[in-house]
Each structure stands twice: as structure tokens, then as C-alpha cells.
């Protein structure tokens, strides 16, 4: 009977164990909580690179989707800034930040004149029914 408890409390810790090390790998993928004063000049930065650019995409740089929207401007010629995620300082801090400004929590994460449009399916749409240079054109 010992025995049985012992072998089932090892099984539980082990468990336990590895859940608690898959936990802290999935938390360490995502940006830490950011608050206060930097989390003020991220938004702010945010902005600023969406107000400065007639197409901003947030994206990352293997993201598979990103390249796809990135290749469809590119085909027509269409300037746009683009800001891999994933290789800069607080890149996952600014997408956790554009995650609560959009609702989105995909890449990319397109904004055309200063307007959020979505994501890889949006831009698409928009390409295939005519309405991206459209948009791009348009007087306010």
C-alpha cells in the first residue's frame, strides 16, 4: 500500500512539475506586464509610428502572414513601414499594447492612414475587392 501511495505522489509531483516548467516557457514567449511610465511611452510610440506612416504593419519576422501582406504592397509598388516584433527592445510589450488597442492579437497588424484595417485576411479583402488603393486615396 505504501508503495502504491509513494509511486502515485512521485507521478503527481512529476506532473506537477513539468506543467509548472511548460508555464514559466509560455509566459517567457509573451512580454511582461507593462505599466506606468513605460508602458505610456510604448503607446505613445505606437501612435507616433501609425500617424507617421500612410501604412504601419506590426508583424514578426517568420510570421508567414506578415511576408504575405508585406509581398502584396510590395507588388504594387506601395510604400509602408514595417516593424518586426520580434526583434526589437519591448517588441512583445508593444504587441500585448496593440493587442488591447485593436482587439487583435495577431500579426500583422495593419493600420493604413492612421485607421486600424486588421490583419492578413483584411488586407486581402480589401486588395481583391478593389478597395486598398481606394482607401489609400481617399481624401478624409
Known sequence: IYVERACASLYIMRWLWLWSLLLVAVLATRGSPVNGQKRLQLEQQINQLVADNRIMI???????????????????????????????????????????????????????????????????????????????????
Do not use: Y
Request: proline share 1%.
Open 58 to 140: 506590426f508583424s514578426k519576422s517568420n510570421c508567414k502572414w506578415c511576408k504575405k501582406v508585406k509581398g502584396l504592397l510590395a507588388t504594387h509598388n506601395l510604400k509602408f513601414k514595417a516593424i518586426n516584433l520580434d526583434t526589437i527592445k519591448d517588441g512583445m510589450a508593444m504587441w500585448d499594447l496593440l493587442e488591447e488597442m485593436t482587439g487583435q492579437k495577431t500579426v500583422p497588424n495593419v493600420f493604413i492612414r492612421g485607421k486600424h484595417v486588421g490583419g492578413c485576411d483584411a488586407v486581402t479583402q480589401l486588395h481583391e475587392k478593389g478597395q486598398l488603393v481606394k482607401l489609400l486615396l481617399a481624401r478624409d
